[in-house]
């Protein structure tokens, strides 16, 4: 969705520990290589269209996969944000790997707007988009003008995970958004 802002930090904040500890629960082989074949992307789907796990198709009625149902504080922190939810997945980036930039400008697109919250992360993990970047720091949530050329670099050792939910919005996701705080803009 086209922001006004490249990033817009929400109101809200996580406890990251608790994230971190629920999604440790859940198997390794439940993560699976990035859908554009991104080297040292991972992604673990939560919400599919009907559920279905490790489906990364766009339409259809989006339901919990069976890994979100495991995850209470998950669930909760979906709800906090208040939206309704399209794709919605953990996405693991490895150390010294990075998401290409692009644009996600396809109709998909149109209406949704992407929302980030960090679980792991280090220092040196950089997101930009345009001519904006930004460490997000591990519980904090935010959302970033997907219309403009973005990209993320973790050049840490450690792998880096986020919270990674689509939506249309909400009236509840909407004040937030409005109450945000646009990066770099006191």
């Known amino acids: 969705m086209k922001l006004d802002y490249p990033f817009i930090q929400l109101p809200v904040k996580f406890d990251a520990d608790r994230l971190l500890k629920e999604v440790s ?7 699976q290589p990035h859908p ?96 904006d970047d930004v460490h997000m720091q591990a519980g904090e949530c935010w959302i970033f003008d997907t219309w403009r050329l973005h990209n993320v670099i973790n050049d840490a050792t450690e792998a880096r995970i986020h919270l990674v939910a689509d939506t249309i919005g909400s009236e509840v996701y909407w004040d937030l958004v409005r109450n945000g705080r646009p990066h770099g803009v006191n």
């Not at 629960?25 to 993560?31: M, P």
């Not at 979906?78 to 644009?103: D, F, N, S």
């Open 25 to 31: 629960t859940i198997e390794d082989s439940a993560w």
């Open 36 to 131: 554009q074949g991104y080297a040292g992307n991972d992604a673990l789907t939560l919400i599919t269209p009907y559920g279905i796990n490790n489906n990364d198709d766009l339409s259809g009625p989006m339901l919990p996969t069976d890994y979100l149902k495991r995850c209470p504080y998950l669930l909760e922190v979906l709800q906090c944000i208040g939206g309704v939810w399209g794709r919605t997945r953990l996405m693991k980036l490895l150390g010294q790997a990075e998401v290409t930039a692009h644009i996600d400008a396809d109709y998909y697109w149109r209406e949704r707007s992407r929302v980030h919250v960090p679980i792991i992360t280090q220092k040196s993990v950089r997101f930009y988009c345009g001519d």
